[in-house]
């Protein structure tokens, strides 16, 4: 009888490791992702964007022959989920003061657009004529970077432009000048010269960091905050106590595959977050989430959707580990986050062929398998494959 008790005892604690085992991952998520407003991300976004901007400097003019290394006139690319942590890093996650009075904005203004000379900082105006032949202004819009006060994305900004690193040096240029004598003949004259050249790099995080002056506990949680996928905030939603099922396939639903496809994730039809909807401000940034999530454990089995040449295995950023499949048909999928991978590139493999395990590899907010189809080189619904 005794030994029974234990027995239903040690039955119980391990049902209560289980249940706290599951529930682990929510709570982390909840404790340490950025919890921003879409009007915050999307300023954090909009900054990022106007560095890579700003940081674009026009090359001399002519043929440069010689320049100095590093050199590249391109703007910089300022990763906007790292500038996000930051943030929230540096704010203890609390974005309320930076959310007030943040108004719709778009990231340029379009075009035809003039800037409204009664309209205050960033605020563009279409110009249309009445019946009368007078002008009128219409349809206003505020550009994002050039409105102020905008509490977050001056913030943001601020963050963003330390990542911005300015080089100069000289480089070597050929240029050629043509002039027309009196008697309206060409005459041409080519040389060389050395002009000074502007450039940005940009900083590694570190290196961000160490200028901003956070501590090594701040440091640690903004790589914290980076552990989880930001780029599909909607995962955020889905990963917390109570949310169980994407919108775009509820609770109950099964696949319906069309004729070739195969689901990948074989007895697992949880999907915890949708293809993007173009709609969404945010995604329509650079988050748009361009596969489906399926909520697996770690070492579920992962099979090819259909037969096909795997071209790509191992690494690959963001992705974790993955592989790519290119199919006959034109199509392509992609798998993400694996924790193990069983393949390697330049087969061909059949449909429903294990090519390797569920993790929570690269950016991800726990273990699922992130599944992406491509047609014509775009991302589309994967769902579009597994609906009757
Ligand atoms: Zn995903």
């Known amino acids: 009888m005794r030994s029974a008790a234990f027995f239903a005892a040690g039955l119980a604690l391990l049902f209560v490791l289980f249940v706290a085992r599951m529930f682990a991952g929510p709570l982390a998520v909840v404790k340490h992702v950025p919890l921003a407003s879409p009007a915050v991300v999307r300023a954090v976004v909009a900054a990022a ?3 890579s901007e700003a940081t674009r400097v026009p090359p001399p003019e002519g043929t440069i022959l010689d320049a100095p290394a590093g050199y590249d006139p391109d703007g910089i690319t300022v990763p906007w989920p790292e500038v996000l942590a930051v943030l929230a890093t540096q704010r203890e996650n609390d974005f309320a003061g930076l959310e007030e009075s943040l108004p719709a904005c778009v990231d340029r203004a379009p075009p035809g657009y003039v800037r409204d000379p009664g ?17 009128r202004a219409v349809d206003p819009v505020t550009v994002c970077s050039e409105w102020y ?33 009196p008697d309206g003949r060409t005459r041409c004259r080519t040389y060389e010269t050395d002009v000074t050249v502007r450039w940005y790099e940009a900083r590694s995080l570190e290196e961000v960091m160490t200028r901003l002056g956070l501590s090594a506990a701040e440091r640690g949680q903004v790589r914290a905050f980076l552990a989880f996928d930001l780029t599909s905030l909607r995962d955020l939603h889905d990963a917390l106590p109570g949310g169980d099922g994407a919108p775009c396939a509820a609770p109950g639903w099964r696949p319906v595959p069309q004729p070739g496809w195969i689901w990948p994730v074989p007895g697992v039809f949880r999907v915890t977050s949708c293809f993007g909807p173009r709609v969404d401000p945010v995604e329509l940034l650079d988050g748009f989430h361009a596969g489906l999530d399926i909520g697996a454990p770690t070492g579920a089995m992962v099979v090819a959707a259909r037969p096909g040449r795997v071209t790509q295995t ?20 992609r798998y993400c986050h694996l924790s193990r991978v069983d393949i390697r590139p330049g087969g061909w493999i059949a449909g429903g062929a294990v090519i390797g395990a569920v993790g929570s590899t690269g950016k991800s907010t726990g273990p699922h398998l992130h599944f992406e189809v491509y047609r014509h080189a775009g991302p589309v619904d994967p769902l579009l494959y597994y609906r009757p």
């Open 49 to 51: 964007r106007h560095v």
């Open 149 to 181: 006060p905008r509490a977050a994305y001056e913030a943001a900004r601020a963050v963003a432009w330390e990542y911005a690193d300015e080089h100069e040096g000289a480089a070597r240029v050929r240029r050629t000048e043509c002039e027309t004598t």
């Open 314 to 333: 191992g690494p690959a950023g963001a992705c974790g580990l993955g592989v790519r499949i290119d199919h006959l048909d034109g199509t392509a999928t």
């Open 119 to 135: 309209g205050g900082p960033g605020r563009y105006v279409r110009l249309e004529r009445d019946r009368r032949g007078r002008e």
